[in-house]
């Protein structure tokens, strides 16, 4: 659906996006992750041709975007993070407008506005002046111009910020219900935006690609086979002793202490289920276990590895 073959983007010295390469498949929906000045936005423009690469292509339904720009563009619906909407004009005086604009045959103009008033739950406000309306509204407005020449792809720069708990659960819910029809690639900094509605996950940090898969991928990926948390009946320092010495295990950390027991965290080599082996040597060690639970690497742990391991190989 879109190939992006090494991309980058540079500004005088500077290189926004750095060769990043990826697919996305038709009905998935792709999580753009990073911090604010990752690359997200300036990857998302030159994806649907607002702005031109400095190197690298982008092929939509196999049309590449440097030969035939005109394709690609009808092939995408935008959203671009500051949602650029005429104040001044009704909701539908604006939505009929932006459809001739897109060319959406006259015949079809009236049914395919009704459709995207439906779909994106704005016929209550379709007579109002768009400057009137809440922040959720416009987003909306912006997202039903998008859909208005039935685009295979959808690209949503930032769809959820600015708005409150309930539009964000409403934008999410909207996004899972088009994903059902088109392919949608969305950028984002909020990490529970992606989990609740991404199938895959890429991850940007200082313009370079430095995760492609799934949020289970990513999360597992760090954790091995799961951390172990683990609260003996010992004293602390020679209980950390003993659990620093299991075969295994990549790393022991002590997390607290409370008198008469101590609870570690444990990390086992990748693909290593420990737990065994701690219950064995807790219990040739005289050492009671009072808890013992498995325990997987957060979305936010593992982004912040990611990230911050980047950044210090960047600095060195």
Do not use: W
Request: glycine share 8%; aromatic share 4%; charged share 25%.
């Amino acid at each position: 659906m879109i190939e992006v073959r090494d991309l980058v983007r540079r500004y005088g010295p500077t290189e926004a996006v750095s060769h990043v390469s990826f697919r996305v498949n038709k009905g998935d929906i792709v999580g753009f992750l990073g911090p604010n000045g990752a690359g997200k936005t300036t990857t998302l423009r030159m994806i649907t041709g607002f702005l031109p690469p400095t190197s690298g292509e982008v092929a939509v339904q196999g049309h590449p975007a440097s030969e035939d720009s005109k394709t690609v563009r009808k092939l995408i619906g935008y959203l671009p993070e500051n949602n650029p909407l005429y104040d001044d004009m009704r909701v539908t005086e604006y939505l009929a407008f932006r459809a001739e604009l897109k060319g959406v045959p006259r015949s079809e103009r009236k049914a395919r506005l009704q459709d995207v008033l439906e779909v994106c739950d704005i016929g209550e406000v379709s007579h109002r002046i768009i400057g009137t309306c809440s922040k959720g509204f416009r987003q909306r407005v912006g997202l039903a111009d998008a859909l208005l020449a039935k685009p295979p792809v959808l690209i949503l720069d930032e769809p959820t910020v600015g708005l409150d708990p309930v539009q964000i659960v409403h934008t999410r819910n909207l996004i899972k219900q088009l994903s059902e029809e088109h392919t949608v690639v969305l950028s984002t900094h909020i990490l529970p935006e992606v989990e609740a509605i991404c199938s895959r996950t890429l991850i940007l940090h200082h313009g370079r690609l430095l995760f492609d898969g799934t949020v289970e991928e990513l999360e597992h990926g760090l954790s091995g086979g799961g951390q172990v948390m683990v609260t003996v009946m010992a004293a602390p320092e020679a209980a950390e002793d003993r659990l620093r010495a299991l075969p295994g295990a990549v790393a022991v950390a002590r997390v607290e202490d409370q008198e008469g027991h101590a609870r570690f965290r444990i990390t086992p080599a990748e693909g290593l289920d420990i737990r065994e082996a701690v219950f064995r040597t807790c219990a040739a060690g005289d050492m009671p276990i009072l808890e013992m639970a498995s325990r997987h690497v957060s979305l936010e742990e593992a982004f912040l590895s990611i990230t911050t391991s980047e950044s210090e190989e960047v600095a060195v």
